[in-house]
DNA sequence: ACCCAGGTGGCCC
DNA sequence: GGGCCACATGGG
């Protein structure tokens, strides 16, 4: 499968989709975090008690009581561990870059190796905050991509080095990567279309297969 | 009473 | 490296 028919395929099927259109950039940095493993509803509800708690500046998140953010970020999971991920980036952004627009201005695969060095960021959560908060051009490769790339065996052609997830995940966007062209508004439509699709089409344990625009794409093809 | 959700890192062999 | 597991709350 190349990355561009699923692009053109899924764009003619949902056209230009808005999907999410954070007002702030740091809701995005934040989120990327906290949207770890949970829906993003529950996410939101932590980010919503940060902002009434007025604890929604790199600084003050950077700075805050870790037990009085624990509490805030709760309805996310994970509370404690994310409280440490969250204060970790926050302080790793303000004392090297200071601002989110000053950090964006480093070149990507810079400050993509920066943010997988900081304890808590793994790939998506650093191709998430350089995509939708930075607008710059790394492919998110989350579980619904997997997912959709799997049961269509698209990944046949896609190597990995060996079976860590890790390897698995940046075989999977070097193939992204190499076809697509570097723009992040394509990039993250794309990504829009492949989340809408498995939302719709594509459940983890109970296939509802029916009516999945892919399955019509590939019997085309064939 | 299950199963699932936009992951990540630690530990053990 | 590869396999397993803890982390935690909320919704269907």
Known sequence: MNWNDLYRILHEYYGDIQWWSPEDKLEVVVGSILGQNTTWSSAEKAIDNLKQAKLFTIKKLATADPEVVEQLVRPSGYYHLKTIRLQNLMQFILKKYKTL???FKAPLEQL?????AINGIGPESAD???LYAGALPSFVVDAYTKRIVLRHGWDADVKPKNK???AQYDALWNSFMEQLEPHAPTMAMLHAYIIETAKQFCHKSKPQCEG????RFERVNK
Not at 212 to 215: G, K, N, Q, R, V
């Open 112 to 116: 993509r190796e920066e943010l997988l």
């Open 212 to 215: 999945c625009p892919l399955y």
């Open 164 to 166: 860590s997830s890790r």
């Open 128 to 130: 998430s905050i350089l």
């Open 101 to 103: 627009d000053n950090m």
